[in-house]
């Protein structure tokens, strides 16, 4: 604990001169270099100066240890996906914050804030928290500074920015002074590579992740890393195993009435079907994920936007069509502009093809070629305009469009 | 070079397998798009 910064505190804080707090314990230039650190005080003096302040020298060294306990219980929280504990912890953190600065966590506390941020998904907050650890980064221990990578690392990864996250995650699984059994690292490690469309690697994280998750009964984290594991194999066609993931965690998540997770995992299973080629299928396990799903929220919209995209297979134009125009509004109403410009090109493509195509050319393939992170569509959009100028007799740009694909 | 080569050889790829009053439109919906969704960070 940092006494002379914390006597200083306290102090000014009940407006006291340091003649006033002085008197009778040590001189004034000695309690000044006290304060400033420059000079180590006995025990016997600084107790005398604390209890001048009304503080307790026993209390704050047993605040010391609490912070120590606290930060440990909010890391754990944290790993073990328990909201409502972390927002309790958080909670108790905060109401001793004033005399964090004085303890040797100051660093580790500013660090795990922002990791509560970025599991409470405040962005925003989170970002500030990053700017303020920055500045204080040189004086970071190697641990922290560890931490410090592996949390802006957590941070792109819920920016989308998963090249970036990779690449610093990379750095950190190379370096040998880095801890590395960390279930939670790998587990994001998987997310990033099955976001790159890396799935080979996904898989590998992932198994990893799933027995370090398993090691230590970590139950949530477990049905997440299943779930990466399904989407994955649905990815790199392993089509068993994903069947197998998906089943085992429907019916884990049942018996643990997991509201939450239960629509989710509905809609991946449509999305497994819907890569087996049945699409039928996949639509059953899309509209159960749909009816499970009671907040107009971002999986809604992917939920909704995947029926409607079978449906207009199925030729069922009319339900496609009411479905796209609830994707569209909705997706306006969210601010999320790639299901926007999707469901809007399939609503044109309903009305009129030339339409529909010049409106994915002018409009949709620059969005997604500008956030570098849709290759899948982009693959799929090339293809889909290089027949279409092919079939007008326009080669050219039938084979630009090719080109892009290579 | 080596661009202009496969831009030609892809075009005559493309005029040779093009086929003639070709009616049938672009299918968009034949091979619907992968969207899971993933669990939390």
């Known amino acids: ?406 | 070079m080596k661009k202009a080569i496969i831009v030609l050889f892809s075009l005559a790829l493309l005029v040779c397998a093009a086929p003639v009053n070709d009616a049938n439109p672009v299918n968009v919906a034949d091979s619907t798009q992968d969207h899971p969704i993933y669990p939390p960070v």
């Open chain 1, 1 to 406: 604990m940092e006494f002379g910064a914390l006597i200083k505190f306290y102090r000014t804080q009940r407006g006291m001169t340091q003649t006033e707090l002085a008197k009778g314990i040590c001189s004034v230039p000695h309690l000044s270099k006290i304060e400033n650190n420059s000079k180590e005080a006995n025990e016997a003096t600084v107790s005398l100066l604390l209890s001048r302040l009304h503080i307790n020298f026993k209390e704050i060294e047993e605040k010391e240890e609490l912070i120590h306990n606290l930060l440990q219980q909010l890391g754990e929280k944290i790993n073990f996906y328990l909201k409502d504990k972390a927002d309790e912890v958080y909670q108790k953190l905060q109401e001793i914050e004033d005399i964090i600065p004085f303890s040797t966590y100051i660093h580790l506390y500013e660090l795990y804030k922002y990791r509560y941020l970025l599991f409470r998904g405040l962005l925003d907050e989170a970002e500030l928290q990053k700017d303020l650890l920055f500045k204080q980064k040189k004086n970071f221990s190697q641990h922290e500074e560890y931490l410090f990578s592996y949390f802006n690392a957590v941070c792109l990864i819920m920016k989308g920015h998963y090249k970036a996250a990779d690449e610093i995650l990379e750095a950190l699984y190379n370096d040998p002074s880095n801890e590395r059994s960390n279930a939670d690292f790998f587990y994001h490690r998987a997310f990033v590579k099955g976001s790159l469309e890396q799935s080979g690697h996904a898989i590998h994280f992932g198994k990893v992740a799933l027995q370090l998750f398993m090691n230590e009964h970590n139950f949530f984290r477990i049905l997440h890393t299943l779930m990466m594991l399904g989407i994955n194999y649905t990815h790199s066609n392993i089509y068993e195993e994903a069947e197998d993931s998906f089943r085992h965690l429907i019916r884990n998540a049942e018996l643990l009435n997991e509201e939450k997770l239960l629509p989710q995992i509905y809609h991946n299973m449509g999305f497994l079907q819907n890569k087996r080629n049945k699409p039928k299928d996949a639509l059953d396990y899309y509209e159960k994920s749909l009816a499970l799903q009671p907040i107009k929220n971002q999986h809604y919209l992917v939920t909704l936007y995947s029926i409607g995209e079978i449906q207009y297979s199925l030729n069922e134009v009319a339900k496609a069509k009411e479905s796209f125009q609830v994707v569209s509004s909705l997706a306006k109403d969210l601010g999320i502009k790639k299901y926007r410009l999707l469901a809007d090109f399939y609503l044109f493509h309903i009305i009129s093809p030339d339409k529909a195509f010049k409106y994915l050319e002018a409009k949709v393939i620059p969005h997604l070629e500008g956030t570098k992170e849709h290759k899948n569509d982009l693959t799929r959009f090339y293809k889909m305009l290089s027949d279409f100028f092919r079939q007008q007799g326009s080669y050219l740009e039938a084979v630009n469009y090719l080109n892009k694909i290579i």
